[in-house]
């Protein structure tokens, strides 16, 4: 599977051209005046806001210099169930693809939704430290024209010095909202059972907690809700905790 790519919500919602993949795939490439080329998007910030019900949702992804605008619907029912769960303000990770609607100053960048997950603040000063080097590396390959990626993003948009240094500026907006101590490194993975487990003891009362709120739970402590499900199998099969009445889980 092709690597997520990671954009700023400010470049990315200025999209307005498309180029087509030219390798056999399905679907073609957003991209944008920063130079990205963008087919899968890997994107972090605050949700702010949440609307529709059933198999379609939309919600707003903000990160330090714009948002984002993403959808979910019946063809990644997982994200469409998990958005159900999350109440905005939350940070969120999302995994999708990015599609362009509309053509010339019409045209509208959003997000398809095939993964929502539940971070904290340092999963998402960490995304900007990262997404703050690939952009400054993309606008470097614009200033010198270094590759034929970055030429026909030059060519679509007819970028100029002064656009590449606006761009810049874009960067250390970004940057200048990461905590100062952040510490720079990889996030260790934490086994899905174990955060369900935990959000369980947190949640359950004496009587248990129902198994819509389990799925709530885990959503909350950043699985999916695919994720929330196979997990409370798992606990379930292993004997960690049982079913005292229909619908509801309680701890051994």
Same mark, same amino acid.
């Given at each position: 599977?092709?690597?997520a790519?990671?954009?700023f919500a400010r470049d990315?919602?200025?999209?307005r051209h498309?180029? *087509?993949s030219g @390798?056999g795939?399905?679907g073609?490439y957003?991209v ?7 087919? +899968? $998007?890997f994107?972090?910030?605050a949700?702010?806001?949440?609307r ?6 939309q919600a707003r992804?903000?990160?330090p210099t714009?948002?984002?605008l993403?959808?979910?619907d019946?063809?990644?029912? @997982?994200a469409?169930?998990t ?9 969120v990770a ?5 599609t362009?609607?509309?053509?010339g100053?019409?045209a509208c ?5 095939e993964?929502f997950n539940?971070?904290? =603040?340092?999963v998402?000063?960490?995304?900007v $430290?990262a997404?703050?080097?690939a952009?400054? @590396? =993309?606008l470097?390959?614009?200033? *010198? !024209? ?7 993003a030059?060519r679509? &948009?007819?970028?100029? *010095? %002064?656009d590449?240094?606006e761009?810049?500026g874009?960067?250390r907006t970004?940057?200048a909202s990461?905590?100062? @101590?952040?510490?720079?490194?990889e996030i260790?993975?934490?086994?899905g059972?174990?955060?369900? $487990?935990?959000?369980?003891e947190?949640g !359950?009362?004496?009587?248990g907690?129902g198994?819509d709120d389990?799925?709530?739970?885990g959503? +909350?402590? !950043?699985l ?7 997990a409370l %199998?798992e $606990?379930?099969a292993a !004997?960690?905790? &049982?079913?005292p ?6 701890l051994?």
């Amino acid at each position: 599977m092709e690597p997520a790519e990671r954009v700023f919500a400010r470049d990315f919602s200025a999209a307005r051209h498309t180029v *087509d993949s030219g @390798d056999g795939r399905d679907g073609s490439y957003v991209v944008t005046p920063g130079g990205a080329w963008c087919r +899968r $998007l890997f994107i972090v910030g605050a949700l702010t806001e949440r609307r529709g019900s059933g198999d379609v949702m939309q919600a707003r992804l903000a990160d330090p210099t714009g948002a984002f605008l993403v959808s979910a619907d019946w063809q990644s029912p @997982d994200a469409v169930e998990t958005l159900g769960y999350i109440e905005p303000p939350a940070f969120v990770a999302v995994t999708g693809r990015a599609t362009l609607t509309g053509t010339g100053e019409r045209a509208c960048a959003t997000v398809d939704a095939e993964v929502f997950n539940v971070v904290n =603040r340092t999963v998402r000063d960490l995304w900007v $430290l990262a997404t703050a080097g690939a952009t400054l @590396d =993309r606008l470097e390959a614009l200033r *010198d !024209g270094g590759d034929e990626r970055a030429a026909t993003a030059l060519r679509l &948009y007819g970028t100029a *010095d %002064e656009d590449v240094r606006e761009m810049a500026g874009m960067v250390r907006t970004a940057l200048a909202s990461v905590r100062a @101590d952040i510490a720079v490194g990889e996030i260790a993975p934490v086994i899905g059972r174990d955060l369900l $487990l935990a959000a369980i003891e947190e949640g !359950g009362g004496a009587r248990g907690i129902g198994f819509d709120d389990a799925v709530a739970a885990g959503v +909350r402590s !950043g699985l999916s809700a695919r994720e929330a499900r196979t997990a409370l %199998e798992e $606990l379930l099969a292993a !004997g960690e905790c &049982y079913q005292p009445a229909s619908g509801m889980i309680k701890l051994i």
